[in-house]
């Protein structure tokens, strides 16, 4: 018998995805509202997790690249983005268990890569000038794609709860990031579709 995900379209402003446990086939796919190539791009959403090693938090992969686009908690403390499969880290102060508010952009004209953490930017990296993001993406919660749409890595899997996922196709304005709004023109937590994979769970979330 041929598995078939469960595809869903929901309003998830005050809902997020509960990753239980360790997994190499616990996922969600996330459809995105626009599917082209990218010269820019913002990526935000909300984290919760107990994890101390390295776990994926947005894996966006091409046939061109796998690493398209991926956010990754490296460790407590580090950060790191991935864009076209170049990486530059970021540092930061992790010092209490809490929700976190992460923002991720970049720009290809200038390669300003920038995360946020709670609304406050960390140090500027510059990346992938003049670099343009192929169509047709996987976009993956909880796991790391380490090919197109497949890959996982039990390692790497996410732990703990992740929602309020939206995607721009540009870099929103300082403002804008803070105020932390389901509006994304790629991706929609308000109006989101998205395929369920394995043992993921839709629960209330606790951040404001």
């Known amino acids: 018998m041929t598995y078939s995900p469960e595809r869903v379209k929901q309003d998830l402003q005050t809902k997020a995805f ?13 459809i995105p509202l626009q599917n082209k ?19 994926s938090l947005f894996s966006y992969a091409t046939e061109v690249s796998y690493n398209e686009i991926l956010l990754f908690r490296d460790e407590v403390g580090q950060y790191s983005l991935t864009v076209g499969g170049e990486e530059v880290t970021f540092q930061v102060d992790e010092s209490t268990l809490t929700p976190v508010h ?11 890569a920038e995360i946020w953490i709670n609304g406050k930017p960390l140090v500027r990296k510059i990346m992938q000038v003049g670099y343009t993001l192929s169509g047709n993406a996987k976009i993956i919660l909880g796991q790391d794609q380490d090919f197109y749409g497949g890959g996982f890595d039990i390692n790497q ?8 996922v939206n995607m721009w196709d540009y870099v929103l304005p300082p403002k804008e990031i803070m105020a932390n709004c389901n509006c994304g023109n790629i991706l929609n937590w308000k109006k989101l579709k998205y395929e369920k994979h394995g043992h993921m769970l839709t629960v209330p979330h606790f951040w404001v």
């Open 37 to 55: 190539q990218l010269q820019k791009f913002t990526v935000c959403l909300w984290t919760y997790s107990e994890l101390t090693r390295g776990y």
């Open 157 to 164: 899997s996410f732990v703990g709860e992740i929602g309020n």
């Open 102 to 112: 992460i923002c991720a952009t970049w720009a290809s004209a200038s390669g300003v």
């Open 18 to 30: 509960l990753f239980p446990k360790p997994s190499a086939d616990s996922y969600a796919t996330l």
